[in-house]
C-alpha cells in the first residue's frame, strides 16, 4: 500500500506542475527510406510553461514517434527528466537540440532532435533525425524533413499538410486508484 500511496503521489505532483502537450504532424508525402514508409510525425513534451514562447530548456520531457499511418516506426526518446539521451549510441547533449513553440500561435519555429546530425554516421543502429525549421534567427527556412544516420542520400524534404496541437489528459484521480489496485490485486493471485 506504501507504494500505492508513493506512486500516487509522484504522478499526482507532475501532472499537478508539468503540461504535457502533442503535434501530430502529416507529411505531404511519406518518408521513403523506411520500411514501412513514414506518414507522421509526433511530437510529445512537457513542461511547467503554458503560455509564451517555450525552448528546449524549459522540457522536462521530449519524443519524437515516427508513424507509418497508426503504426508506430521508431520512437526518439529525446529528454528524460531534462536530460538529453543518447541516440543509436551517438551522445547529445541539450546544446544540440533544437526546440521553439509559441503557444499563442500553437507553432514551431524550430525543432531539430540532433543539430548535428551527420554525427550519426557512428549510430550503433537505425536511427532517425527530424528537423523542421520555420523563420528561426540564423538559421535557413526548412520544410519538416528526415533523414537517417547522417546519410545524405536519406535525407527528405517532406514538408506537412496537416498540424494537429493538442493537450494529453492528465490521468484522473479515480483511474490511478484503479489503477493501483489492479496491480495490488494481481500481486496476490
Known amino acids: 500500500m506504501k507504494k500505492l500511496a508513493l506512486l500516487f503521489a509522484a504522478t499526482m505532483s507532475a501532472s499537478a506542475s508539468a503540461g504535457v502537450y502533442e503535434s501530430v504532424f502529416t507529411l505531404n508525402v511519406p518518408y521513403t527510406v ?13 513542461t511547467t510553461a503554458s503560455s509564451g ?6 522540457l522536462s520531457d521530449w519524443t519524437m514517434t515516427y508513424r507509418s499511418d497508426s503504426q508506430d516506426v521508431f520512437t526518439d ?4 527528466a531534462g536530460q538529453a539521451t543518447t541516440l543509436g549510441g551517438v551522445s547529445r547533449s541539450v546544446s544540440d537540440l533544437r526546440f521553439s513553440f509559441d503557444f499563442a ?10 543539430y548535428s ?5 557512428a549510430a550503433n543502429s537505425t536511427v532517425y533525425n527530424g528537423y523542421l525549421y520555420n523563420n528561426y534567427p540564423g538559421e535557413p527556412n526548412d520544410l519538416l ?5 547522417g546519410n545524405e542520400a536519406t535525407r527528405q524534404n517532406l514538408g506537412f499538410s496537416s498540424h494537429v496541437f493538442s493537450v494529453v489528459p492528465a490521468p484522473s484521480v479515480s483511474g490511478l486508484l484503479i489503477m493501483g ?9
Do not use: C, E, K
Open 34 to 46: 523506411s520500411s514501412p514508409n513514414m506518414t507522421q510525425v509526433v511530437l510529445r513534451w512537457s
Open 53 to 58: 514562447t517555450v525552448d528546449v530548456t524549459q
Open 77 to 80: 526518446h529525446i529528454l528524460i
Open 105 to 114: 500561435t500553437q507553432s514551431y519555429s524550430v525543432f531539430d532532435s540532433m
Open 117 to 121: 546530425g551527420a554525427l550519426l554516421t
Open 145 to 149: 524533413s528526415i533523414w537517417s544516420n
Open 181 to 189: 489496485l489492479g496491480a495490488r490485486w494481481r500481486r496476490r493471485n
